[in-house]
């Protein structure tokens, strides 16, 4: 075996040293009948030159934002990942080290994870950041199981519906079984009205949860929703794009008490959705409800600054139980890679990207909308995503079709929204050229006069 | 040696009009005749400058992250012999495969069409996941082993009001989890809505069985168990256990952090007595058992699998495989919801799947024997000095004991931790399992030669006849010595201001 260096010899002296005649004999506590006795059924083994040839036959049947031009967002995105990113955190000392429990071996990974916090905290406008959770989704949950630890209110969370469907339904899931309501308010034309914010909310509200930009690429009033809330006794949980700081105010400076974030967008390769990083700020005064890894900075015996896991009587393998998570393993890889980008781009490198995602977007949904087919379906302003509607109500066919043209036209929404199963969401990152959404344009204005499939082939652009 | 100017905090180097990158001009008319952002959002939705972020160029900032990777320790430079966190080598051909935009590059939303090599790897490795098991059905969504126990226990839970709850109106509230267990599975019962009920273990770290039938009754849930358990012992009553819960109308969970020790040597869902089955679900951590790099506290995942009358409940989509291809499977209407957005931390799921597909049926066995060889013989070799109070044998790992030279010498499980530092080795699991005092939990894996674990056991024998005095201040060579943690904890500084 290519990983195993125990020579036939190697296992004779060792079996003699342990006193046992086979390695047999050394599972002998198992039972006999529950022991397999067969072979595993599952396929033979392959050599190094066989799998790299398997999985690249794997990944050749895989359209990816490589060969093809994607305008896929909905909380993961295609955007760019400068190469010192893969240089530094490609490194074995950061990627095959485990958590760092012991400090003095790891001071590497302890001060990226602090640089890390401290950068979120000036990210979010917010005093704490942890070392990083699952992804966007659960770490929304754990920021609703905070609010809802923290104001003891376990009546409802009141979720906006323009907060991404597979977050709220990750809330519901989390809540199941803990009896709390999860009231979830309708978006009016692509966003949330304060009105039924204020009149959702009683006195076992725990929080409401807002995303802006939301899910459509919309931006709410989210300083007005933050003080409706606020006015209830309610905290909020603000869900954020981090690429959208770089113009936009922090999710602190509009009122958001936990401010939650799918980190991808930071550096990260969207891999089919996985593995991501889970953002989470919150108040001071929240510090000691945080769930997952958190790191300190403290002093050596020789009185020498350095980091430390901290704050760990909130964890489960101090509190059991009585933890304010089950949270173990997080995706300290992906914040590292986080604080790689932010540090490459700086203030200015996060303006000119978000700049360039606002005006590129701005210039396609000029250019879809004017043709007769589409229509922008929502009214309010939009940072790098918006929602298209196709007047013909034919988008799962155009997505297809586009698809094979290597065009990632949308995110169909009809799963999520019935009601919007004429629509899609389209997202344009920095990356995308103009000629890339000329070409989009073009193929869907194409598309738009054609319904023959050869003709839309013969049209190939 | 130590570069001490380019490892101070990053915002220390920052200095106004750096940047590490410059990105294209816009390529796009302007339109609408705007010129900057007010002219297309909100004046009171936009900030008045960007986030304080270092300003830094590129060299800085990889000479700044390589000088603080050096001071790590990692599987590529050290043996990391950490009990219950199967530091196993991390293969490079995994990497590169896991680095093919093919995989890393493809969106989660792309159209099924665009994506059958990706459905069809991870469809392949829902079965063989299945098999290894001796489960049915497989569900790849969970982030991490914790992950993967809140979602079994949702799963059980779903399953309970839908049979029980519907029929008879019973209502199932316990998990019961042997006081030797993982912390995550207390912490995981809780969150999913249930009340924990401590069960305890012999001296072997075995079941208590006496407790354990004094605390099963009909509002038992989900038993957990950790096989082997967290002392590295084969559960000698797994069967009994099984029956019984099984009996009680209960499920059997199997924590599948230690499933190193038994790759197609016995399967989980096996574990009844014939006919009745085993453990009725189980999670894996394929960033231990299926060698993913930790990368310094993850990603991992948390994929599980369940015996047939739970498949139902697992949370949406599956990958199942059609005449026209693989498909994502929505429509299941009894399933729990979803437990995080998009289909699963794919990027480790792949690698786990590149390294079970390197080692097929015989070598996931010989993984387990050499993995359980490795640790019977640095047992062997380390009991003479360091008792090993469960025993003469092990499965994967073994819990040693300080309390002798703690009681005798005043040395700690700690100080023996951080001496291993001084000698380039880095410190077993200390103080878990909580049951056995001064625990020093060791489990060197398969990837390490004879004359590795011959070298540390030798430097351990040395560290137990070092003077107290010097044990007690170690580490002495590292970058820091050891941390004043209480500081740190009550006084948290946990960002640069």
């Known amino acids: ?367 879809l909308t004017s043709a007769g087919r589409f229509e922008m379906a929502f009214d309010a302003p939009t940072f790098k995503e918006f929602v298209v509607r196709d007047k013909e109500n034919n988008v799962e066919e155009l997505i297809s079709a586009a698809a094979s043209q290597g065009l990632l036209a949308g995110v169909p929404l009809g799963r999520w929204y019935p009601e919007l199963a004429d629509c899609f969401l389209v997202c344009v990152t920095e990356k995308r050229t103009k000629a890339e959404m000329d070409r989009l344009v073009e193929f869907l204005e194409i598309g738009a006069a054609t319904t023959n499939t050869d003709e839309l082939v013969a049209a190939r652009i | 040696m130590k570069n001490t100017h380019d490892t101070k905090l990053i915002f220390e180097l920052s200095k106004p009009g750096c940047r590490g990158a410059v990105l294209p001009a816009c390529d796009v008319p302007s339109p609408d005749g705007g010129c900057d952002a007010s002219d297309w959002l909100p004046a009171d939705a936009l900030a008045d400058a960007p986030p304080a972020l270092p300003e830094v160029t590129e060299p800085q900032v990889v000479r700044h992250f390589v000088n603080l990777s050096q001071q790590n320790m990692s599987v590529d430079t050290h043996f990391y012999p950490l009990g219950s966190c199967t530091m196993k080598y991390n293969p490079k051909r995994n990497e590169r495969a896991a680095a093919m935009p093919g995989f890393n590059e493809v969106h989660p939303y792309q159209p099924e069409e665009t994506i059958q090599g990706m459905l069809e790897m991870l469809y392949e490795l829902q079965e063989i996941l299945n098999e290894i098991s001796g489960l049915d059905a497989c569900c790849l969504q969970p982030a991490a082993g914790a992950h993967g126990e809140l979602t079994a226990l949702l799963v059980a839970a779903a399953y309970f009001k839908d049979r029980d709850f519907k029929d008879r109106g019973e209502h199932r509230t316990k998990v019961l989890v042997p006081d030797n267990a993982h912390g995550t599975n207390p912490a995981s019962a809780a969150m999913a809505g249930f009340d924990t009920v401590t069960v305890k273990t012999n001296p072997d770290g075995g079941v208590c069985m006496e407790d354990f039938r004094a605390k099963l009754d009909s509002d038992i849930a989900v038993f957990m168990i950790t096989n082997p358990n967290t002392v590295g012992i084969f559960e000698s009553n797994m069967q009994e256990l099984a029956d019984e819960v099984h009996a009680h109308g209960g499920l059997i969970y199997l924590d599948g952090a230690n499933m190193n020790a038994i790759l197609g040597i016995t399967r989980p869902g096996d574990w009844g007595r014939a006919g009745t089955g085993g453990a009725d679900m189980q999670h894996y951590n394929p960033h231990k058992t299926f060698s993913g790099p930790h990368g310094g506290g993850g990603p991992g995942a948390g994929p599980i699998c369940v015996v047939e009358k739970l498949a139902p409940y ?164 590292t970058t820091i010595s050891r941390p004043n943690e209480v500081q740190a904890a009550r006084n948290p500084c946990l960002s640069c201001r």
């Not at chain 1, 240089?87 to 890390?116: C, H, K």
């Not at chain 1, 914010?197 to 930009?213: G, K, W």
């Not at chain 2, 597909?357 to 360091?386: D, I, M, Q």
């Open chain 2, 314 to 477: 697992l949370p949406a989509p599956m990958v199942v495989k059609k005449e026209t291809g693989y498909s994502l499977d929505y429509d299941r209407p009894k399933a729990m919801g979803r437990v995080r957005a998009f289909f699963g931390n794919t990027g480790v799921l792949l690698r786990a799947y590149c390294y079970l597909r390197t080692h097929g049926p015989e070598g996931l066995k010989e993984v387990s024997e050499n993995a359980v060889l490795n640790a019977n013989y640095l047992l062997a070799k380390v009991k003479h000095f360091l008792p090993v109070p469960q025993g003469g044998r092990c499965m994967h790992e073994f819990v040693a004991s300080a309390s002798k030279l703690k009681s005798e010498r005043g040395i700690s499980a700690m100080d023996i931790a951080k001496r291993l530092l001084d000698y380039g080795y880095h410190a077993p699991t200390v103080y878990f399992p909580m049951t056995v005092k001064e625990a020093i939990m060791v489990e060197p894996t398969e990837t390490e030669s004879k004359e590795t674990l011959d070298a540390f056991a030798e430097t351990l024998f040395r560290i137990t006849e070092e003077e107290a005095e010097l044990l007690h201040d170690a580490p002495h060579t």
């Open chain 1, 1 to 367: 075996m290519p990983y195993i260096y125990n020579t036939p010899e190697d296992q004779q002296a060792m079996l003699a040293a342990i006193g046992a005649a086979s390695i047999d004999e050394l599972f002998e506590s198992i039972p006999d009948e529950l022991k397999l006795n067969r072979a595993l059924d599952i396929p033979p083994a392959l050599g190094e030159l066989e799998l790299e040839q398997h999985v690249r036959e794997l990944a050749g049947k895989n359209l990816h934002a490589g060969n093809a031009v994607s305008f896929l967002g909905g909380g993961s995105y295609d955007h760019f990942i400068p190469a010192a990113v893969d240089a530094i955190a490609g490194r074995s000392e950061f990627y095959t080290s485990y958590t760092p429990y012991q400090a003095e071996v790891s001071q590497g990974n302890l001060q990226a994870m602090f640089e890390f916090q401290s950068m979120i905290t000036r990210m979010t406008g917010l005093e704490i950041a942890n070392s990083s959770l699952y992804d966007g989704g659960s770490a929304t949950a754990e920021g609703v199981l905070m609010a809802i630890d923290t104001t003891r209110r376990r009546g409802q969370v009141v979720v906006a519906g323009t907060l991404h469907p597979e977050y709220r339904e990750t809330i519901e899931t989390y809540l199941h079984n803990l009896g709390v309501e999860v009231v979830t308010i309708g978006p009016e034309n692509g966003t949330i009205p304060v009105s039924a914010i204020t009149s959702a909310m009683n006195d076992q509200t725990a929080c409401v949860v807002l995303q802006h930009p939301n899910f459509f690429g919309a931006l709410e009033e989210a300083q007005a929703i933050a003080t409706a809330a606020h006015n209830a006794g309610a905290l909020v949980v603000g869900v954020f794009d981090p690429i959208s700081l770089g113009l936009l105010h922090r999710p602190g400076d509009w009122g958001a008490d936990i401010a939650v974030a799918e980190g991808q967008s930071l550096g990260t390769a969207m891999s089919y959705g996985g593995p991501v990083l889970g953002i989470l700020a919150c108040g001071k005064k929240l510090a000691r409800r945080l769930p997952g890894r958190i790191v300190g900075q403290t002093t050596d015996r020789r009185g020498k600054p350095c980091y430390v896991l901290t704050m760990q009587t909130r964890e489960q393998h101090i509190r059991r139980e009585k933890s304010t998570s089950n949270v173990c393993t997080n995706q300290a890889l992906f914040a590292l890679r986080a604080t790689i980008y932010l540090s490459l781009l700086g203030p200015g490198g996060l303006r000119d990207t978000a700049d360039l995602c606002l005006r590129k977007s701005r210039y396609l949904a000029k250019r």
